[in-house]
Structures are given as structure tokens and as C-alpha cells.
């Protein structure tokens, strides 16, 4: 068991493994327990996820379309009714992506 629990802490300097006086052989087996409750528990893997979970959630959000439009507009400028040339295709969705990355990456 000591040798799993070694295995899914990563030894790094600044881990709670790293920060012990002596080494996981050396810990009684009601402090390794605590250990195990402390950092590899449902409580210590639920803080180390919530940050993915906020990540991966704003990843789901809607594209802002209005704001898109308006950027997209602010590039083209006048610009003719379909049907488009090819480079006129081209240049558009240009524009819609710069468009669409500049309004993800702006804040409100």
C-alpha cells in the first residue's frame, strides 16, 4: 500500500510528500491513513478539480455573437451581398475567426 500511495503522490519539492521530515516507510499507519484522507481523499481531489472544472466549463459557453458581428463588421466595413468571390469567402471567414478570438479573449 506504502507503494502506491508513493506512486499517485507526485514527489516534487513543493508537494505535501516532499514537505514530510522523513520518508512514506517511515510514517506510522495511523499518519498515513491521515495522509491518505489529507491528500489523496474525495475532499483533496475535489479542490484540485475545481479549477479544471471552472476551466472546462467556460470553455462551453456560447460564442458572443452580437459582439462577433459587431467586430466583424468594424473589419469588413461596406462590404457587397452574396454570391462572394473566392477570395472574398476567403477573406471573410479571415475576419470571422480574428473577429470571434479577439471577443473571447476581451473582457467585458
Wanted: aromatic share 6%; glycine share 6%.
Amino acid at each position: 500500500m506504502r507503494d502506491h500511495i508513493a506512486a499517485c503522490v507526485q514527489l516534487r519539492h513543493d508537494s505535501p510528500l516532499g514537505q514530510r521530515q522523513g520518508p512514506l516507510g517511515e510514517l506510522s499507519d495511523a499518519d498515513l491513513g491521515a495522509f491518505c484522507d489529507e491528500h489523496l481523499g474525495e475532499t483533496a481531489l475535489a479542490a484540485a478539480m475545481a479549477p479544471i472544472d471552472r476551466w472546462i466549463e467556460s470553455q462551453r459557453q456560447e460564442p458572443e455573437w452580437e459582439r462577433i458581428a459587431d467586430r466583424l463588421n468594424a473589419y469588413l466595413g461596406a462590404w457587397s451581398a452574396p454570391p462572394w468571390t473566392a477570395e472574398e469567402a476567403n477573406t471573410l471567414a479571415m475576419a470571422l475567426a480574428l473577429a470571434q478570438e479577439v471577443c473571447e479573449g476581451a473582457p467585458e
